[in-house]
């Protein structure tokens, strides 16, 4: 069987698959599952582009991981043929245990969290595989002795930041995210088993970091992407407390076994491949096809929660840098319950504060490296005059129906 | 409430709303359902890119309607203010009607082409604006007395096609369909009522023109995803089989009421509103949520085909100039029926031949017009020396499993 | 005559021509002059691509005013047509006084500031087109009541920056230079008769400001394009010296003017209109055609400084943060008097050091102001959390022949 | 000496040199001397961005030709180390002999084929760097036995052509042009000692060959341009008359050796190196800086084509597909006669009529193979229903200035 294939990829033009057993990986039903799972959930109400899904984002950071070995090799780093498969199979593999809308998901439905399932579907597959995957997990985990690879899989620079950042700027169209990855790839090194960037790359690292930040800012936490995600948190909740209650809820099949179910990790690590199977079968379309059974529902939260989604009536939000007043959220309430058939306990799910905070680069995480031309080499936030975005930031919002004043 | 409103678009850069009505149409839940809809059904099995919806094609013809606007009145051509909006409400909902994967759900589901359920949702949102789309309606229907803002909607060369061909080479990568969209909005004029495009454009649209053919045989009818689209159309067909032999099928319920009773048009002229409004809650999640479920059905031709469909397991196709030789295609239902539990009678769910054609450029149609500098105009066929493609092609397909050799 | 004109542009894909007067401009010898005077002087020895010309960077600034003329009506920003028009030539011609190589020629040829010259070209021009440049030169001088028309052809924030931002990182591919030059302008407000930017501007201008310090040492003081303008200076001055010791040269007629008599702003004054149309036909060509006919000069230094030009053998350059340590430079110059058949004097000629600063932002120039939603305004520099980059950053090189260690 | 490189490239990103030699000979001032020579001679007088030079095109040629090296070898083709340099010599060196405004002065100035002085380049270059570069002057000659290695330097998909329709539409921003270049590379493939494409290249090597013919119309023989380059060759002319005529002209030196004499092909073979390092010094600068010199000049032709060049007062252009009628001719003549201080004998250089052809596929020449599935091959004329530009086309012109009317 021709095991030859190339991708269209409207951001790097072409993606081909250097391995035969990358290729049985992308057609096996748990990697095509991530076709069905976009990459930044609900981001598209801001930016109808951003449509694309897990499963080409785990293309494009194969991609740039070919690149990256082939700048490497071209350097005299030693990379094996079989450490190249691995690596690239890690990187492909990295995300499959995201679920749809990934974080509301682990609020809700699944106590897990998507690492430890991205480990179990590799194991899984693992032994499909007989043990094909056993270096790709090595190092995977960190514990593979070329350290590089794993921080080609996993770090402040790894392949898959590369690719999102480059790939949601794209789908976007939000250009402050564009990055110099081609030239960042071609500065990578290694020294004394470490992934460095030589000198001449410090501006584009710089870009990268400060791309990082503003696209914090501009898209993974835009304030009416917030809002929506914090929606739909509340509506899987409430749905969840309702199956709890024994409610009886219009909900697909797939849907259901995590909502009538509480599955825990170790529920997982029992009784692997069933349930992975079961979670296989999980992904956007369930859930926005329940949104729309439940419009429907007698109860009014989630019925009102579900409609709003749909129908794109996203609540007001407001962000602030200091924590809302309490008494300003108390006065809020008020009308909610005054305005709306729901009980004060219940408010919560139609008005609701929070935090989120972002830090592009983190100086206590294992640092960027730079390697000067006599050969030393130091950590990026060493290097005066560059105003690298260190800090961590913390927004506050508060988020209530508009016709709330 | 602030009305003006910006989109990011990746492929335009910014889209802006210039009148308060499309804003308000917008933001009906009728067009927000085209978020839910893709603008090439399964084409992003081949392209993993095209997931891009009917809801930013729609904006993405808006954007390039306002543009020919603004080209035209710089020329001296006269466009009223309502006018102009009449034109942009057209073209923002010229294809509302449609349904989720259009061509499959016409066959099997809705007895209704989307062309007549768009003017059965214009009516619809002209009754709940207080007839403010009189206008939009007389130009989508042809009856206002300047034709050229019809043929802006809907022609040979409308912004309809100027934008799909744009944002669909676009999101699949493929740069074959890119075109000077641009420059030919630039040469667009009126001459005599009908549009014209002057001299300096023939290039253009020759380019366009060819784009268009090479997007076909690409994109539009590429074999892969043909492929899918006919499996899709056979499994719901089958689901639809069942249902009239009163199967009870595990389906999302606003897919249920397609499946269960069968609506002509005049039943969605007779009960308007209430047929529309369920109608607008079907989208594409419902049929895939749908095939996965099915996957467990013991009907094998329906699991057979939902679970090839959402593991990707695509059919095998062949493509050939003349149609299939009958003997071959019975040896291989042959086949077919030894290899799977089916009947003879079955069989057309699993191996199946038909013909796809295209035609990039039609001389029956009103044709594309070319204004020269002494002001008289000719038929882009007529002037030679440009290889514009105009014939027919016909392509015969067949498709079975490919594990029938 | 046919005055309507649009020009293909590669950046911004057409450029039209709003008003007559400005085909008339550009029509212009001293405008179409434009055309052979490179933009980033010799910059393309290190990215081949930035052979942009200052003719084309003005019509690209021009493109962007009338953007933001029309961002600016639409916001009710009250702008009259003779006002349009004024601050569309101004911005066209806001370079017309740059010679070749802009910086050498003012250290060298010409004691004259090329702003001084812009407003003697305009000046001039108003003559030619009887007075109808008036209200440009008020704007352009900041002399006009509405100061923001000014801030938009000079300021930190005007469409000068933004073309030669967008068209130097385009033509040299360096991306860390793109900016959303589009979002900018569509943020762009005017209040208080000021011109601000709307608070969801705030990371577009985050970007633009660290772009331009990026460009400022990707590009504009990259080591290696400094080396060669100070060798460019260098030669240039050897040549004046050489003309004031009365030695012969090999100078094309338009170079010869400029080499062999000294004039001074006041000259240009005096003698407007002849001194301007000598000066007119003094280009980028002219330069590098003596520096080819001086390869065979008997003047070693001449001769060695040109061919090392030509030939692109450009000399080693150092940058440091602190100024070079005078033994350090004493020991290299005794080995260049050592090498070459040059004295003591005359060493500075091929070893020199210096020093460069760059400011991405000024705090003490008038401030770029953010408008807030509730209409209170505040200088870039108050906001926190964005990092600016604010400080005046100087690099200190030493350049010398790559032959001497 | 550290010989890795790596060039900024606003079409590709970054442009590696993969062979020490390869960068050698970059470095030579017979290579870099193609810096000062447009790709497109004269065309940025209707593509302002159209600057790039020959050292550009020449760099992309030998990136797509590395890429089409490593596409061949992973499809199992043996091209030995040797062999892939020999052919990234000879593409990078393909154009060497180009002089200034190439045709034009092989119409006046040189009377020698600029595929001709390559080669002697390519000797000389061969003779300093003692015979390394044999190999790739057999391959450059079509004299090697591997003939796909000369198909990729030189043939009707070779690489000079995919970069120059790649980088030409890039810089004039005509989209039109735009090719898919690394779908047609990847598509490359050898069958019997052939260059040929695989059968799903078919489509964009149909899109290339039209794209090939639209940027014939709208570029290189853009009639503004082709007005350009023949009053350049009729001022170029003019003045070689005069030269021979003893009439002393204002001429930089490197030109002067060309004007005053008449340099034969044998005369290069002869004095080759001498002859060469002469050649190598004469570039646009010159040309464009006589021009400018010229203005002033006592004869009116010289002056006057001169002056038009540089102001860029454009002959009137008329095309058609037949030739002009000779009284229509007669007529303007007389009118030119009357207009201007010209004798009969001298109008034609104030009013001129000819021709120009191109044929975008040539079916006499060796024609495009295409390789299918089955393993047969067929040339691309015989692909039916696919619509290649085979015919020549012949554009009639006539020019002359723009106030005869």
Same mark, same amino acid.
């Given at each position: 069987?021709?095991?030859?294939?190339?991708?269209?990829? =409207?951001?790097? !033009?072409?993606?081909?698959i250097?391995?035969?057993?990358?290729?049985?990986?992308?057609?096996?039903?748990?990697?095509?599952?991530?076709? +069905?799972?976009k990459? *930044?959930?609900?981001t598209?109400? *801001?930016?109808? !582009?951003?449509? @694309?899904t897990?499963?080409?984002?785990?293309?494009?950071?194969?991609?740039?991981?070919?690149q990256?070995?082939?700048?490497?090799?071209?350097k005299?780093i030693?990379?094996?043929?079989?450490e190249?498969?691995?690596v690239?199979?890690?990187?492909?593999?990295?995300?499959?245990g995201?679920?749809?809308f990934?974080?509301?998901?682990? @609020?809700?439905?699944?106590?897990?969290?998507?690492e430890?399932?991205s480990?179990?579907?590799?194991?899984?597959?693992?032994?499909q595989f007989? !043990?094909?995957?056993?270096l790709?997990i090595?190092?995977f985990e960190?514990?593979?002795?070329?350290?590089?690879l794993?921080?080609?899989?996993?770090g402040?620079?790894?392949?898959?930041?590369?690719?999102?950042?480059?790939?949601?700027?794209?789908?976007?169209?939000? &250009?402050?995210?564009?990055?110099?990855y081609d030239?960042? $790839?071609?500065m990578l090194?290694v020294?004394?088993?470490?992934l *460095?960037?030589?000198?001449?790359?410090?501006?584009?690292i710089?870009?990268?970091l400060?791309?990082?930040?503003?696209m914090? #800012?501009?898209v993974?936490l835009?304030?009416?992407?917030?809002?929506? %995600?914090q929606?739909? $948190?509340?509506?899987?909740? +409430?749905?969840?407390?309702?199956?709890?209650? !024994?409610? %009886?809820?219009? *909900? =697909?099949?797939?849907? +259901?076994?995590?909502?009538?179910?509480?599955?825990t990790?170790?529920?997982f690590?029992?009784?692997?491949?069933?349930?992975?199977?079961?979670?296989?079968?999980?992904?956007? &379309?369930?859930?926005?096809?329940?949104?729309?059974? #439940?419009?429907?529902h007698?109860d009014?939260?989630l019925s009102?929660?579900?409609?709003s989604?749909?129908?794109? +009536?996203?609540?007001?939000? &407001?962000?602030?840098?200091?924590?809302f007043?309490?008494d300003?959220l108390?006065?809020?309430?008020?009308?909610?319950?005054?305005?709306?058939?729901?009980?004060?306990?219940d408010?919560?799910y139609?008005?609701?504060?929070?935090?989120?905070?972002?830090?592009?680069?983190?100086?206590?995480?294992?640092?960027?490296?730079?390697?000067?031309?006599?050969?030393?080499?130091?950590?990026?936030?060493n290097?005066? %005059?560059?105003?690298? =975005?260190?800090?961590?930031?913390?927004?506050?919002?508060?988020?209530?129906?508009?016709?709330? &004043?």
């Open positions: 069987m021709n095991k030859k294939k190339i991708f269209n990829d =409207p951001v790097y !033009g072409f993606i081909s250097p391995y035969g057993i990358l290729f049985d990986l992308i057609e096996h039903p748990y990697f095509q599952r991530l076709r +069905r799972i990459q *930044v959930g609900l598209h109400y *801001v930016y109808p !582009g951003a449509l @694309h897990r499963f080409h984002h785990a293309l494009g950071a194969m991609h740039l991981m070919q990256a070995i082939s700048v490497l090799r071209s005299k030693d990379i094996s043929k079989p190249a498969r691995a690239c199979i890690a990187i492909l593999l990295h995300d499959i995201h679920g749809p990934s974080h509301a998901l682990e @609020h809700t439905l699944v106590n897990a969290h998507h430890d399932l480990v179990l579907f590799m194991q899984e597959l693992n032994e007989s !043990g094909k995957l056993d790709a090595e190092i960190d514990r593979y002795h070329k350290g590089f794993h921080q080609l899989v996993s402040q620079l790894d392949m898959d930041r590369l690719d999102y950042l480059n790939r949601d700027s794209f789908f976007t169209g939000v &250009h402050e995210g564009v990055i110099g030239r960042i $790839i071609k090194s020294k004394d088993g470490t *460095v960037v030589e000198q001449k790359g410090i501006y584009s710089e870009k990268f400060i791309a990082r930040r503003l914090y #800012w501009q993974y835009h304030k009416t992407s917030l809002a929506a %995600e929606m739909l $948190i509340r509506c899987l909740k +409430r749905a969840k407390y309702l199956a709890t209650q !024994g409610v %009886e809820l219009d *909900v =697909p099949t797939a849907l +259901r076994t995590f909502l009538y179910t509480d599955y990790s170790e529920d690590q029992n009784n692997r491949r069933a349930l992975l199977d079961n979670f296989a079968l999980l992904d956007d &379309h369930d859930i926005i096809s329940a949104f729309k059974a #439940w419009i429907n007698s009014f939260i009102f929660l579900s409609k989604l749909i129908d794109r +009536r996203l609540f007001r939000v &407001h962000l602030n840098n200091e924590p007043a309490s300003h108390e006065m809020l309430r008020h009308k909610v319950v005054q305005t709306y058939p729901v009980s004060e306990a408010a919560e139609l008005i609701f504060a929070g935090q989120e905070t972002n830090s592009a680069y983190s100086t206590s995480k294992k640092e960027i490296q730079i390697l000067f031309k006599d050969g030393h080499t130091e950590p990026m936030s290097i005066s %005059e560059h105003g690298i =975005p260190t800090g961590i930031i913390t927004k506050h919002y508060l988020c209530y129906p508009k016709n709330i &004043h």
